[in-house]
């Protein structure tokens, strides 16, 4: 790693890559915070899906009066919309918030180490992928971080900051400072599988289903164990259909293949039927519970 102290722009225009469910809340809680957003989509109809979102949920602050019209106004004013990559050129920080495919987003950075200036710093929201992995193609990998919020990102208040061995200290820095310009608490990690949340999250919920697999108790008793006897808001088996068994699934077939020798990564033979079946929790209305529209607590599948 350089030992040079790089220039690190201050901080005034942000970049936001994918509107989608994380992107379109990041770059809602950078312009609430007076930042300067330019949010890309390549496709306009996602593009128009993520203002939507952003004026439904700023509109729901307008009608809780927990923001003005004025405000309002201010922070649809903060963000351009565009679908030409080449409007992110003067931007200091760019925030990728796309799908989880590494190959999608090895051939955005790709693309943004020609287009960005050669002092804005890459940041990737992934929950998953190595961001090493990331920073090697981006041509500036002292410039990249991690930094991965949480769903949804308008409440949650948590981002992980995930430095390489290639990122300089001052850029990290920089970049866990303005997680708390825009009023969320940063905490710091390397980059290992999963980050903080996670790598302790993942596998406990693998450790369920699991228990599931070799019926060792039932749905309903595994997480009113977890409820009742560890404190916990939900069981595991309830949070994994409200994170999505596609996406867990996702996440720890990835460490398997990437990490076969490592005991705490195995995919559980319940979760690939339920993966099979289309069931993939509380989307498609049914997981290890039933759910109904706008069913918050659902029933159990016996």
């Known amino acids: 790693m350089s030992t040079l102290s790089p220039a690190v722009p201050k901080f005034e225009t942000v970049g936001c890559i994918g509107l989608g469910l994380m992107g379109h809340g990041i770059a809602q809680a950078a312009a609430q915070s007076d930042f300067k957003v330019i949010a890309f989509e390549q496709e306009q109809r996602f593009l128009d899906s993520g203002r939507s979102r952003i004026e439904g949920s700023l509109g729901k602050m307008l009608k809780r009066e927990k923001i003005t019209q004025e405000k309002y106004d201010q922070i649809m004013g903060n963000i351009t919309y565009s679908t030409n990559m080449d409007d992110l050129k003067d931007t200091d920080l760019v925030v990728e918030a796309v799908i989880e495919n590494m190959d999608l987003k090895k051939d955005i950075y790709g693309s943004l180490g020609g287009i960005c200036k050669p002092e804005a710093i890459f940041a990737s929201n992934t929950s998953s992928l190595s961001i090493t992995d990331m920073a090697n193609v981006s041509g500036r990998p002292e410039r990249f971080v991690g930094v991965h919020f949480f769903n949804p990102v308008q409440m949650m208040k948590l981002v992980e900051v995930i430095r390489t061995e290639h990122t300089h200290p001052d850029v990290f820095d920089a970049c866990h400072g303005w997680v708390g310009d825009i009023n969320k608490i940063a905490v710091s990690c390397n980059d290992t599988p999963g980050f903080i949340v996670n790598r302790l999250l993942v596998p406990f919920l693998t450790q369920a289903l699991l228990m599931v697999d070799r019926n060792d108790a039932s749905i309903k008793d595994i997480d009113i164990s977890m409820q009742l006897g560890a404190g916990h808001p939900m069981g595991p088996l309830h949070l994994a259909d409200f994170i999505g068994l596609d996406t867990i699934n996702n996440i720890i077939t990835g460490w398997v293949e990437e990490f076969p020798d ?21 989307k498609t209305g049914k997981g290890f519970y039933h759910w109904g529209e706008g069913d918050k607590r659902g029933d159990a599948v016996e």
């Open 262 to 282: 490592e005991p705490a990564f195995e995919v559980p033979k319940c979760l690939t039927e339920k993966i099979e079946a289309g069931d993939l929790g509380r």
